[in-house]
């Protein structure tokens, strides 16, 4: 059971081009604004009329603006900022956990065959429900986004292997497929060929607010009837909603990429990796059990 509806950006508001404009005169962790430190005089009436001297308007002064314009946290003295290795190292963490969760799912299925699809759905159900919990906290949990992380990984190897009883290779295929859509992506966004937009971003929205209807629907109708669009006899019909899944999962992407660049671009605080984490955390598992299920269609087909 996927979550598309959580991956509604890392962090808790998009930066906008007017957000991204302030924080040129954001306060560094000295304490100085980016036109002080190029002219005092120029520095001082920008932090005046917040109420600060222009030496003396960090800490208060970047709280200030960030309830103003509704910004995430900038890196002040007492943190670091948010860097792009430091958002591999917690993705590369979260992921980790995703596999352990997976292989005792594997582990468990082998002992207890005949419980794993309960246990895989009562994960899949905790998974949604942790997946709430972090979309709407205000600051990233770690703890919550690693339990996010065993769910869904609990769910995806149970889910994978059931798959794989019934088509031999199906795994290796998803994931070859999985990690294709990815390096794609990101070698797209790395040349600037594709980029989050504000009026994609709205036609995304709309679309995944439907297609998250549509599964819950089709999630009860899998279950007790078999005749849902997902299910393997879902024929062409089910392919061509699982392939509208997978550009959505694939733009959703786009939209993680670009939360992390103008998280670090605007400097804001190292705990919004964690924040970034989870979002890809989220696309990830999403684009590879809508893969599979397409997969898994594909070849009740033709075998």
Same mark, same amino acid.
């Given at each position: 059971m996927s979550n598309p509806i959580f991956n509604t950006g890392a962090f808790p508001d998009q930066f906008s081009e007017k957000k991204r404009e302030r924080r040129r005169f954001y306060m560094n962790d000295q304490g100085v604004t980016e036109q002080s430190r190029q002219s005092p005089s120029q520095g001082q009436p920008f932090a005046a009329q917040y109420g600060m001297p222009g030496q003396q308007a960090g800490g208060a002064g970047a709280d200030q603006l960030n309830r103003q314009y509704n910004l995430p946290d900038a890196a002040g003295s007492q943190g670091a900022a948010m860097t792009y290795d430091d958002v591999i190292r917690k993705t590369v963490t979260s992921f980790a956990v995703v596999l352990l969760g997976a292989a005792g799912a594997v582990a468990l299925g082998l002992v207890m065959p005949g419980a794993i699809m309960g246990l895989a759905l009562v994960a899949a159900l905790a998974g949604f429900g942790l997946?709430? *919990?972090?979309? /709407? %906290? %205000?600051? @990233?949990?770690?703890?919550?986004?690693? &339990?996010?992380? &065993?769910?869904? #990984?609990? /769910?995806? #190897? *149970? /889910?994978?292997? +059931?798959?794989? $009883?019934? /088509? @031999? #290779?199906? *795994? +290796?295929? $998803? +994931?070859? &497929?999985?990690?294709a859509v990815f390096g794609t992506v990101l070698a797209l966004f790395k040349s600037g060929k594709v980029r989050a937009t504000p009026k994609l971003n709205k036609m995304f929205f709309v679309a995944i607010i439907g297609y998250a209807v549509f599964s819950l629907m089709n999630f009860g109708l899998v279950m007790f009837t078999d005749i849902g669009m997902f299910g393997l006899r879902a024929g062409w019909m089910g392919v061509a909603i699982g392939a509208f899944a997978i550009l959505l999962a694939t733009y959703s992407l786009v939209m993680d990429f670009t939360n992390i660049q103008e998280g670090v671009e605007a400097g804001v605080s190292q705990k919004y990796g964690w924040a970034a984490a989870f979002g890809l955390t989220v696309s990830l598992v999403w684009l590879y059990i809508e893969i599979l299920r397409v997969i898994a269609i594909l070849r009740s087909m033709t075998e």
């Open positions: 997946g709430l *919990a972090n979309a /709407f %906290k %205000k600051e @990233p949990n770690p703890a919550l986004i690693l &339990a996010y992380s &065993a769910t869904q #990984g609990f /769910f995806l #190897g *149970a /889910f994978t292997m +059931v798959m794989e $009883a019934m /088509f @031999p #290779g199906i *795994a +290796v295929q $998803a +994931v070859m &497929a999985t990690l």
